[in-house]
């Protein structure tokens, strides 16, 4: 099935230490997001893709940077991780301006120790 | 500042019974709203979205109303299962912010058998 998927599920990194989180889809969609989801809170957009081009959300720290090297992938970078940064990372992906029927991904739950 | 949110953090209905989800938000310029259904260790799943030019949307068992004059938006869910205990979100786009998603604080539906 068509789908969006995110490995791993599960990620710890030692404090500082370089982490990538990758995500794929099949669905060829144009447009790929970023959210980081905190315990109990909604999630947040860190960024996305429209093809190649990719829009930074104002807040978004430095530590956090991305890459879609074609279509199907996306990654989500963390130059140096805090505790502040254990988190649920979410993928999602839309066609167009069809936002709200995008799709998210399972989601990489990050451990920071 | 833009912002989304809900009135009541938990619910807790019988099987059965009907439920409504509320969510109010502050920006006059969101023109699209979408609520999400986010089970644990899942990523949000697209119930039912509905454009400002609209004051009601039905779909399977789930109706959105909208009432712009009070910036409020509701989900209202028929005859609830134990299946839909999950968090609920709303989230809203600004008119012009193409592909960017605010998303609420979320409330927990809780359904008791």
């Known amino acids: 099935d068509a789908m969006v998927i995110q490995n791993p599920r599960y990620q710890v990194t030692q404090f500082g230490k370089p982490v990538t989180l990758s995500c794929s889809q099949t669905?060829?969609?144009?447009?790929m997001y970023w959210y980081q989801q905190k315990s109990s809170q909604a999630p947040k957009l860190l960024f996305h893709?429209?093809?190649?081009?990719?829009?930074n959300e104002a807040d978004t720290p430095d530590n956090f940077q991305s890459r879609r090297p074609n279509t199907s992938f996306c990654f989500l970078d963390i130059r140096s991780p805090g505790l502040g940064d254990a988190a649920m990372y979410l993928c999602?992906?839309?066609?167009?301006?069809?936002?709200?029927?995008?799709?998210f991904g399972s989601g990489t739950r990050l451990t920071v120790v | 500042g833009e912002s989304v949110g809900l009135h009541l953090p938990t619910l807790s209905v019988q099987e059965g019974d009907n439920s409504i989800i509320n969510c109010a938000y502050s920006?006059?310029?969101?023109?699209?709203f979408i609520w999400y259904k986010q089970e644990s260790g899942k990523g949000p799943q697209f119930i039912i979205d509905?454009?400002?030019?609209?004051d009601k949307r039905q779909g399977q068992r789930v109706t959105v109303l909208l009432n712009k004059t009070v910036k409020h938006l509701s989900l209202q869910i028929a005859a609830t299962q134990p299946g839909d205990s999950a968090v609920y979100f709303c989230?809203?786009?600004?008119?012009?912010?193409?592909?960017?998603?605010?998303f609420g604080k979320g409330t927990l539906l809780t359904v008791n058998p």
């Open positions: 999602a992906t839309s066609r167009d301006v069809t936002v709200g029927l995008g799709t």
């Open positions: 669905l060829n969609h144009n447009v």
């Open positions: 893709y429209y093809d190649k081009d990719f829009n």
């Open positions: 920006n006059s310029a969101s023109d699209y």
């Open positions: 509905i454009r400002s030019n609209m």
């Open positions: 989230a809203e786009n600004l008119r012009g912010s193409n592909y960017k998603l605010t």
